[in-house]
């Protein structure tokens, strides 16, 4: 037998490309690699990329840079070192990475990973390969290639990917140029991917896509099936403890996803509602085609079906046009709503996209000063939100052991780390935890009641097994 080569994989930006770098490394098993978790030493290191503002984007470069020593000194050695670059920036700037970055082998688009190993041998031969073609889909809009299937269990908690792609084309945005059209799952690939999970001791599972409330899937019977539909389908799955769903899309919010939160206690009451701005000029500049009303209209019919039901967003500040009037709308919205946690970030232009041409842009001063008024309004919301929750019992899902012998960690519904000092046989269990204090964003708490008393269930036999 040939030894094992080793591979580096980094990652950068959504939840999508830790998925994607997860189902690199599992398909490259069967092709004798091993996970590496050091460049230096490794046969093939993958950057898995990032395009969505300048900063993330810019980063590969700098990383290849420092890969160039590591690949030289390994040719002194005699070893062979490839780098790869796969993800967003992958496709977006294709073989000018290589004109950039002449260290690079490999270039690779989101939509050909499943060509790996064949790019790999082309490479070795032929000096340098690069793929970065968008399949066509048939009818149902479903690649010819097996698309995302599922990925080995890690753990606790794992992403099934049900949708890819995006069509809604917000001016500011790369992702539709990065990962083309969007695309559904079929239906029974995901029941099947969630039930592989799940019998190897998953037992919450978020439902991934750059528009997942988009999803369409086909079902069994033949019809498109909306999210709302899926998540009733996968509650039913013996093992799902939670379920979760990221990211989604205000103008896509539909009744039956609505209707989920209220009739699935797995449905977890914590939903990412990205909204971008407060001000209707500028959400029309965007084109997000949804009002700053509208999307409040949805918030509450989020909070009709779960009282207990949280959010968070992204923002983006220094939009072009944006003025102090547009700015103290997106503060207003913030206050109005009272976010759980939020994400937000200077505008960045970025090549290709409407936004980029857009003529009245916002000083960098003005951007960092907005950014900070707008990060205070949000920190001081979320560090309240998470206060409510001292004195109350809440349930956890509990993953691993903590930093302290003795400790184990967990989330809550809204993905707050709670410690309690307990057993390690309570990983993969959902337990009461009466919250006694808070640290930074930690909460600290004590099981509400003896572990004994709660019937381990057949999966958890299989945990570290
Ligand atoms: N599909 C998701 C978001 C994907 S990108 C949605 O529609 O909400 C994640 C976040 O990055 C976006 O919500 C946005 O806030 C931010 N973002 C995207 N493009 C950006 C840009 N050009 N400059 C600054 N932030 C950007
Ligand atoms: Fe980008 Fe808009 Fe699509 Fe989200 S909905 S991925 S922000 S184009
Ligand atoms: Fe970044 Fe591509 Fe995700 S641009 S945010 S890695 S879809």
Redesign the pocket.
């Given at each position: 037998m040939t030894s094992k080569r080793k591979l580096h994989i980094k990652s950068?930006?959504?939840q999508?490309?830790v998925y994607d770098a997860q189902r690199m490394v599992d398909s490259l098993a069967g092709e004798g690699f091993v996970e590496s978790a050091s460049a230096e030493d490794a046969d093939l290191v993958i950057l898995n990329t990032?395009?969505?503002r300048e900063k993330?984007s810019e980063k590969v470069y700098s990383e290849l840079g420092r890969l160039r020593a590591a690949k030289t000194e390994a040719a002194q050695n005699g070893r062979e070192m490839q780098i790869a670059v796969a993800?967003?920036v992958a496709q977006a700037e294709g073989d000018e990475i290589i004109r950039r970055a002449p260290v690079v082998d490999i270039v690779v688009g989101p939509q050909s990973y499943h060509h790996l190993p064949q790019l790999i041998a082309r490479a070795k031969t032929q000096g340098r390969a690069i793929e970065t073609e968008f399949p066509v889909q048939d009818k149902f809009g479903v690649l010819p290639q097996p698309a995302a299937s599922a990925i080995r269990a890690r753990g606790i908690s794992a992403f099934v990917t049900v949708q890819e792609g995006c069509d809604k084309f917000c001016t500011f945005c790369?992702?539709p140029y990065?990962?083309g059209a969007e695309v559904s799952r079929p239906v029974e690939k995901i029941v099947e991917d969630v039930k592989r999970l799940t019998d190897n001791g998953v037992r919450e599972i978020t439902l991934i896509g750059?528009n997942v409330n988009a999803y369409h899937g086909e079902g069994k019977d033949g019809a498109s099936w909306p999210l709302g539909k899926l998540l009733h389908r996968l509650a039913e799955i013996p093992g799902v403890a939670r379920m979760r769903y990221s990211t989604s899309h205000p103008r896509d919010v539909e009744d039956s996803l609505i209707a989920a939160h209220r009739e699935l206690p797995q449905l977890m009451p914590f939903v990412h509602l990205p909204v971008q701005s407060g001000s209707d000029r500028i959400l029309a500049a965007m084109n997000r085609k949804h009002t700053a009303r509208d999307y409040c209209e949805i918030i509450e019919r989020f909070r009709a079906s779960r009282q207990d039901i949280a959010f968070s967003s992204d923002f983006i500040v220094g939009f072009p046009g944006e003025t102090e009037e547009d700015f103290s709308a997106t503060l207003a919205l913030v206050t109005q709503i009272g976010y759980a946690a939020a994400y937000s970030f200077k505008y960045s232009p970025r090549p290709g996209t409407p936004a980029a041409d857009m003529q009245e842009t916002v000083s960098t001063a003005g951007m960092d000063e907005r950014l900070a008024r707008l990060q205070d309004l949000i920190n001081s919301q979320q560090s309240a939100f998470n206060k409510a929750a001292i004195g109350t019992t809440m349930d956890v899902l509990f993953e691993a052991e903590g930093r302290v012998p003795g400790q184990m960690v967990g989330r809550s519904a809204y993905l707050q780390p709670v410690h309690v000092m307990a057993s390690p046989d309570i990983v993969g269990r959902v337990l009461p935890v009466t919250i006694e204090k808070l640290e930074r964003y930690s909460l600290f708490g004590a099981l509400a009641s003896p572990v004994s008393t709660v019937q381990p269930t057949p999966f958890q036999m299989t945990i570290g097994a």
């Open positions: 950068y930006g959504c999508m490309n990032c395009h969505i993330a993800g967003c790369v992702v990065t990962r750059q």
